[in-house]
């Protein structure tokens, strides 16, 4: 690909590191990770639960609460910005305008004592030059986008009111409501039926294609990455050990772990009779206090040798796009 077809980096990850504090002793959770999300791209972020998947996302809008938590190194460049040295005042501004995000637990970040009505408003007019009439309507406008029925008189809810997939859609709706550059979808299907979750999917993949914004998509489902996002990061025990393409990756996954990750996934074989237990990845994530020397992983890798219980496997390109760091590949 030449420099002229390249695509425009919306935002990119470099060095990234985070700690936290706990017992008086400095735990990294985060140790080093890079990465670049494009413009128009739905770039997922995928790994167990432990792994730092929403550690690293909320560190972009530097909502990780310090102490316990800080950054220890990296930059998180916006265009020609870095957000981790904007000052707080330019950074609220960017919150919700620039880069919004949609949160895991719809009923725990919604203000339970205000109308989900008056709570897009609010962002609206704080965000834009527009009266509060007009926000009123725009904000029954972004509820019918986002399939609610009766949206004047949703609008007038209380978030307790609302069902999961309601509540859920109203949180799209406010992410969306000032037009983001970039959109972190962190879970966005927890906790839904099927149905509800097909239609968030195609609610998300429709604003984009609307609005040519960019989506980084955390979650532990590969069946929602292969739907909508185009590349995949793949996370460790705070470390990204692959990358690529999401038909590639799927198609001949590098790393033990992401062949681990991609066997645990129940499938339907077309006239298969037999009945087959699901494979497993044995062992559990450590704890931040707990990682192993070497490459992290190989206390679980059916895979390992001696030299991954200390010598650390580095980041490599294995085939043009396909990145993987693990001693099979380097």
Not at 65 to 78: C, N, R, S, V
Not at 110 to 127: A, K, M
Not at 184 to 212: G, H, S, Y
Not at 292 to 315: D, I, M, Y
Request: proline share 7%; aromatic share 4%; glycine share 6%.
């Amino acid at each position: 690909m030449t420099q002229k077809n390249m695509p425009t980096s919306e935002l990119q990850v470099q060095n990234l590191k985070i700690a936290f504090s706990s017992n008086g002793e400095e735990q990294v959770a985060v140790r080093g990770i890079s990465y670049h999300l494009n413009q128009g791209e739905t770039l997922a972020l995928v790994g167990e639960s432990g792994c730092g998947k929403t550690v690293s996302a909320l560190s972009i809008l530097r909502l990780i609460p310090q102490p316990p938590g800080k950054i220890l190194d990296g930059k998180i460049l916006f265009g020609k910005d870095d957000l981790l040295k904007l000052p707080a005042k330019e950074l609220r501004e960017r919150r919700g305008r620039d880069i919004a995000m949609i949160f895991q637990d719809p009923m725990t970040c919604l203000n339970p004592v205000l109308t989900v009505g008056e709570q897009i408003i609010e962002t609206l007019l704080r965000h834009t030059a527009i009266t509060r009439t007009a926000a009123r309507k725009k904000t029954i406008e972004l509820l019918r986008q986002v399939d609610i029925p009766s949206p004047e008189q949703k609008l007038n809810q209380y978030p307790h009111q609302l069902s999961g997939g309601m509540r859920q859609r109203t949180m799209i709706a406010m992410a969306v409501s000032c037009s983001p550059r970039v959109l972190i979808a962190d879970e966005p299907t927890t906790a839904l039926d099927v149905l509800v979750q097909a239609q968030i999917l195609d609610l998300l993949a429709q604003l984009k294609e609307e609005t040519l914004m960019s989506i980084l998509l955390i979650t532990h489902d590969l069946g929602v990455v292969a739907e909508i996002a185009q590349r995949v990061l793949v996370m460790y025990a705070g470390e990204i050990v692959e990358s690529g393409p999401v038909q590639g990756l799927f198609r001949k996954p590098l790393h033990p772990y992401t062949t681990g990750l991609m066997n645990s996934v129940p499938t339907l074989e077309h006239g298969q009779e037999k009945i087959h237990r699901l494979s497993e990845i044995s062992g559990t994530v450590p704890s931040l206090s707990q990682t192993p020397p070497g490459c992290p992983f190989h206390p679980r890798c059916p895979s390992a040798e001696a030299r991954c219980q200390t010598e650390k496997p580095v980041l490599k390109e294995a085939t043009p796009g396909h990145t993987v760091s693990c001693w099979l590949h380097q």
